[in-house]
T-cell receptor
Framework: EDQVTQSPEALRLQEGESSSLNCSYT??????LFWYRQDPGKGPEFLFT???AGEEKEKERLKATLTKKESFLHITAPKPEDSATYLC???????????FGAGTTVTVRA | GAVVSQHPSWVICKSGTSVKIECRSL??????MFWYRQFPKQSLMLMAT?????????EQGVEKDKFLINHASLTLSTLTVTSAHPEDSSFYIC?????????FGPGTRLTVL
């Protein structure tokens, strides 16, 4: 059975304190790994798609990397506005369905 | 680009009534839309896949007669929760497929009294 596990469950950071979130996956035939950001009471916002091991994507203070077993979302010098829940999802089939991890809730204090 | 809207953003209804939620892709056409539900502090659980012009495909354990999905056009999918009960109270989120990505709507908070 395909599994997506995110850690830690919650992360409290001081403004400027860089850190990484982990998404480990056990799937048969990865067709894409997706990172989303979700603010409370809102729908997820697309951040990145990674397709193959070694691939990296960057957007402002966020950088996503992918290996054959896991993905990392690095947050460099975070600001309070980076506070959100970050969701990782994998696509393994031709029908574009996504399986989501439980998410990591990041809180950045000023 | 890739904006998805949902209506209503929140709804309160009495037990036994039906509620319809609309999901629209505003600036792109989506042959495939997805419906999820999310309980507090939990992740998104896929309920069904909605394909334009054909019947929806439901995930295991989701009652198709309770959660009616219609995808009548390339920009609109609707989810109707029939005979709603308090246990159906949740945050319902739709997404529309654009290429290989899913773009999500803002969600609909359903409270059944």
């Amino acid at each position: 059975e395909d599994q997506v596990t995110q850690s830690p469950e919650a992360l409290r950071l001081q403004e400027g304190e860089s850190s990484s979130l982990n998404c480990s996956y056990t799937v048969s035939g990865l067709r894409g790994l997706f990172w989303y950001r979700q603010d409370p009471g809102k729908g997820p916002e697309f951040l990145f798609t990674l397709y193959s091991a070694g691939e990296e994507k960057e957007k402002e203070r966020l950088k996503a990397t992918l290996t054959k077993k896991e993905s990392f979302l690095h947050i460099t010098a975070p600001k309070p506005e980076d506070s959100a829940t970050y969701l990782c999802a994998v696509r393994v089939s031709n029908d574009y369905k996504l399986s989501f991890g439980a998410g990591t809730t990041v809180t950045v204090r000023a | 680009g890739a904006v998805v809207s949902q209506h209503p953003s929140w709804v309160i209804c009495k037990s036994g009534t039906s509620v319809k939620i609309e999901c629209r892709s505003l600036d792109f056409q989506a042959t495939t839309m997805f419906w999820y539900r999310q309980f507090p502090k939990q992740s998104l659980m896929l309920m069904a896949t909605s394909n334009e012009g054909s019947k929806a495909t439901y995930e295991q354990g989701v009652e198709k007669d309770k959660f009616l999905i219609n995808h009548a056009s390339l920009t609109l999918s609707t989810l109707t929760v029939t005979s709603a009960h308090p246990e159906d109270s949740s945050f319902y989120i739709c997404s529309a497929r654009g290429g290989d990505k899913q773009f999500f709507g803002p969600g609909t908070r359903l409270t059944v009294l």
